[in-house]
């Protein structure tokens, strides 16, 4: 007899990419978890001063989605380094904002709350990479570096598909307009990514850019995906940094690994 008091969870938002078919890879929403407040409910990282309880438990319900798989996260500081993960990377948390890897079973995990998640694959070398692109790490050309690391174990640009997560849009990303013209200044052809906003202000298309850095770096245009709506248009199913006010927020992790 079926207990009035059954709980059913929720279940775990996860997009995903048909450009990354062949790995085990998820752009996680921030439903399904037990976290509350600015935290609720899906935030799974632990040094943002949500309750430690309640994230361990979102990290059991996410390993109970994706059973075997080690995890790899950076401490994230809006560079461009990025690190190589191999078997036996641990608990460790370097800084950096990207990770590539040729290792099975390790899932490469990048945190987010309005800036850009890249996720990368080259199925045939198995390379697979993952990126943390703000505003400040897309000039510092985290896409190009993500792409030279994933060479550098074998992958070849023209063979890697790359999917871009939610961020926020261009809809959303209100600028100064000294940053819009830094954009202009520091990477060629940043300026069809922006258009005016009010005096003084111009919106950014921060995915875009990214793409276009993709493209630079050697993929090609129809091997990038974007995956998923503006996170501050869509907060309700993603954490916003701007939708929350620039306030304390819980943070979705994109992750990828590749499958035996
Ligand atoms: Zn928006």
Redesign the pocket.
């Known amino acids: 007899m079926a207990s009035f008091h059954q709980f059913t969870a929720a279940a775990l938002d996860a997009a995903t990419s048909p450009h990354l078919a062949g790995t085990v890879h998820g752009f996680m929403g921030r439903a399904g978890g037990v976290s509350r407040g600015a935290y609720a409910t899906f935030n799974l990282a632990r040094w943002i001063g949500d309750d430690a309880e309640a994230v361990a438990e979102n990290w059991r319900r996410w390993r109970a989605n994706y059973p075997g798989l080690a995890t790899a996260n950076v401490a994230q500081v809006h560079g461009a380094t990025i690190h190589r993960v191999g078997r036996g990377w641990g608990d460790i948390r370097p800084e950096g904002d990207g990770m590539v890897s040729a290792q099975s079973g390790v899932a490469l995990g990048v945190f987010t709350a309005d800036c850009a998640p890249i996720l990368l694959a080259d199925r045939t070398r198995r390379v697979i990479g993952a990126l943390h692109a703000g505003w400040r790490g897309t000039i510092a050309g985290i896409a190009g570096a993500g792409v030279r690391a994933m060479v550098e174990l074998g992958a070849r640009p023209e063979a890697i598909r790359a999917a871009i997560g939610p961020a926020?849009?261009q809809?959303?990303f209100e600028v100064d307009l000294e940053l819009a013209e830094r954009f202009e200044r520091e990477i060629a052809g940043a300026a069809v990514f922006a258009r005016p906003g009010r005096p003084g202000k111009a919106y950014l298309d921060l995915r875009g850019i990214n793409r276009m850095l993709l493209e630079r770096a050697g993929l090609n245009p129809d091997a990038i995906d974007e995956v998923g709506p503006?996170t501050?248009?869509s907060n309700d199913r993603y954490f916003s940094r701007r939708a929350a006010g620039g306030a304390v927020t819980g943070l979705q992790m994109s992750f990828i690994a590749l499958s035996d």
Do not use: E
């Open positions: 926020i849009g809809c959303c503006c501050r248009c």
